[in-house]
């Protein structure tokens, strides 16, 4: 599977970003990572194909919402009231099977990897 990401960007703090990946070939799930400048990457948020069931890091709940549209081969990372700390880049992967939900929390999950797309969070 390859992964096309695109839409990150700059923008003022409480502002909207919906970043997206494109993918290629059959799909079981796909997830959203991050790494802020100087750390290392951490779980955004992920989606089950299979039944749409979705999960989210405890610092995105709330603000986060990720979607798929199963035409287009495609997820979206819909990211509301953003903060300085979102600041990162993103980086969207592809499962290569169904897991529970708690395995997709794990890089490990995950054999398919976007190129990242850099937001940029500041006034």
């Known amino acids: 599977v390859q992964l096309q990401a695109s839409g990150g960007g700059l923008v003022q703090p409480g502002g909207s970003l919906r970043p997206s990946c494109a993918a290629s070939g059959r799909i079981n799930g796909m997830g959203w990572f991050r790494q802020p400048p100087g750390k290392t990457r951490e779980f955004v948020s992920a989606?089950?194909?299979?039944?749409?069931?979705?999960y989210y890091a405890d610092s995105v709940k709330g603000r986060f919402t990720i979607s798929r549209d199963n035409a287009k081969n495609t997820v979206y990372l819909q990211m509301n009231y953003l903060r300085p700390e979102d600041t990162a880049v993103y980086y969207c992967a592809s499962a290569p099977r169904t897991y529970n939900s708690a395995y997709y929390r794990r890089e490990a999950a995950y054999d398919s990897w976007g190129q990242g797309t850099l937001v940029t969070v500041s006034s």
């Open positions: 989606i089950r194909w299979a039944d749409g069931g979705t």
